[in-house]
């Protein structure tokens, strides 16, 4: 099967009827397919895929890692919300001239004192609408913070996610999503294949014997790339 939206569940579904599931990533399964896109050519591409022995397989998520991971995405939206609100106030009492610096913590600090020293210069809708984003930007902050802590309680409860932890550099959410993302290591032959897979290696551009490396390649999933590449760089 393709690892596409509900693959996971259908896996374990097929696997109670005793069937052995595999799961491949969509790019390599797309390079099979001939012509024109239809249901047919796709079952066709996943036949002519599945016994390729170079295709790598995608780990069959359990229904635990399934649920840590919709905790690690919801956290990751609201993060996003969180930078998008605090710019769209920035934007806005840019256009008023009033200039607050980067970061997230600056909002809740300034924005207050902002308000009531220009509170004779700013429209009474205007200061009401900035408070109302203010609020609304504690609001995604809190949501937040507490699936952090959700995110954290399950890792105190998870041995791999425990030891993965002993790494330096490597916290509880990088730790947790690991666990959750890649379930048994040893799907992986070594430590460079997960890498690969992670897309944190050299991506390569090499003809006639010589060999050119460029950038990180970037495959793989973005978000717990973004984790551990974050993690490392702090060092």
Not at 22 to 33: G, H, I, T, W
Not at 103 to 122: C, F, M, R, S, Y
Not at 183 to 193: L, V
Request: glycine share 8%; hydrophobic share 40%.
């Amino acid at each position: 099967m393709e690892a596409c939206g509900s693959a996971h569940y259908w896996a374990r579904q097929l696997q109670k009827l005793g069937h052995t599931v595999k799961l491949m990533a969509p790019q390599y399964v797309k390079a099979f397919v001939k012509r024109n896109k239809n249901d047919a050519a796709d079952a066709e591409a996943i036949c002519e895929a599945v016994v390729r022995p170079s295709i790598p397989a995608v780990p069959i998520k359990n229904i635990e890692q399934q649920a840590i991971l919709s905790l690690h995405r919801a956290r990751q939206g609201f993060v996003k919300a969180k930078t998008a609100q605090a710019n769209q106030i920035r934007g806005l009492l840019a256009e008023y001239g009033i200039a607050i610096p980067k970061g997230i913590t600056h909002i809740a600090k300034q924005v207050p004192e902002v308000l009531e020293e220009n509170a004779d210069e700013l429209p009474g809708s205007f200061r009401l609408l900035i408070e109302r984003l203010v609020d609304h930007l504690k609001e995604l902050e809190r949501q937040a913070g507490e699936l952090e802590l959700e995110i954290k309680g399950w890792h105190r409860g998870n041995d791999n996610s425990r030891k993965l932890a002993d790494i330096p550099g490597v916290g509880p959410m990088t730790a947790s999503a690991m666990v959750a993302t890649v379930g048994d290591a040893k799907n992986f032959k070594n430590g460079r294949q997960m890498s690969a897979w992670l897309g944190i290696v050299p991506r390569q551009h090499s003809t006639g014997g010589k060999a050119t490396l460029l950038g990180i390649s970037k495959r793989g999933d973005t978000y717990l790339r973004t984790l551990v590449c974050t993690r490392q760089s702090r060092l």
